[in-house]
Nanobody
Framework: QVQLVESGGGLVQAGGSLRLTCAAS????????MGWFRQAPGKEREFVAA????????KYADSVKGRFTIDRDNAKNTVYLQMNSLKPEDTAVYYC???????????????????WGQGTQVTVSS
């Protein structure tokens, strides 16, 4: 079964950038839809971005559109989330997840995703 490990989180000032990495092992995710979600303290987990197996179909939450970019390197079994112009409201634990049932379409619903990483903390100071 696939294992997902996120990295790249940390503390950054508002306006700064971070690049999150989600590395998969144990099985290939190269043709599967992958997503990033986040959960802030006291809030429900929310969709951030997702892309299909080829990377040709991408979706973003309105709150991050134009600032975040999701990408993947199928040769490395890895998905990335480039986060620019960070805001304090982006502070959360960020999770990557794989949707075993989709290769072309992209879901924004967390219940559609089958396996999750342990998360990486992103803190944006004002």
């Amino acid at each position: 079964q696939v294992q997902l490990v996120e990295s790249g989180g940390g503390l950054v000032q508002a306006g700064g950038s971070l690049r999150l990495t989600c590395a998969a092992s144990g099985d290939t995710v190269s043709r599967k839809t992958m997503g990033w979600f986040r959960q802030a303290p006291g809030k429900e987990r929310e969709f951030v971005a997702a892309l299909n197996g080829s990377g040709g179909n991408r979706k973003y939450a309105d709150s991050v559109k134009g600032r975040f970019t999701i990408d993947r390197d199928n040769a490395k079994n890895t998905v990335y989330l480039q986060m620019n112009s960070l805001k304090p409201e982006d502070t959360a634990v960020y999770y990557c997840a794989v949707d075993y049932h989709r290769t072309q379409s992209v879901s924004t619903e967390d219940y559609e995703y089958d396996r999750w990483g342990q998360g990486t903390q992103v803190t944006v100071s004002s």
